[in-house]
């Protein structure tokens, strides 16, 4: 399953999110950032490269929908609702993330 992680800058939460979940042998895994400023912003292509696509706030989600519609039809998109109050691969969001992302995609940690 190829899954794009998602949040505004993609410095902090999805590259945590991208470096965590690399290695699952059940995953291929991205990140990206909503915003123009992002280290690797959201494009058409990463988008269709996604069967599952973990945003980490509805606003991340409402922004996608709005620029996006017709690529994301199809596409399931799971809102991880998780602050940007972490700084990358803190222990609390490592741990939060694990939890998260196994329960919304139904994964063995």
């Known amino acids: 399953m190829n899954v794009l992680f998602i949040c505004s800058r993609n410095q902090w939460r999805s590259p945590t999110a ?3 979940w690399r290695y699952h042998p059940d995953l291929s895994v991205k990140s990206a950032g909503t ?6 912003p959201v494009t ?7 069967d599952a696509i ?3 706030e509805q606003k991340h989600k ?3 929908v709005a620029e996006y519609h017709r ?3 199809h ?3 799971h809102v991880l609702d998780i602050a940007d109050d972490y700084q990358y691969m803190d222990p609390q969001l490592v741990e939060l993330l694990k939890d998260v992302v196994a329960h919304r995609l139904r ?3």
């Open 18 to 20: 991208e470096q965590v």
């Open 71 to 73: 690529l994301l039809e």
């Open 75 to 77: 596409k399931t998109i």
């Open 107 to 109: 994964l063995a940690i």
């Open 44 to 50: 058409p292509a990463l988008l269709q490269w996604a």
């Open 35 to 40: 915003s123009r400023n992002a280290r690797k």
């Open 54 to 56: 973990c945003v980490m």
């Open 62 to 64: 409402n922004r996608l």
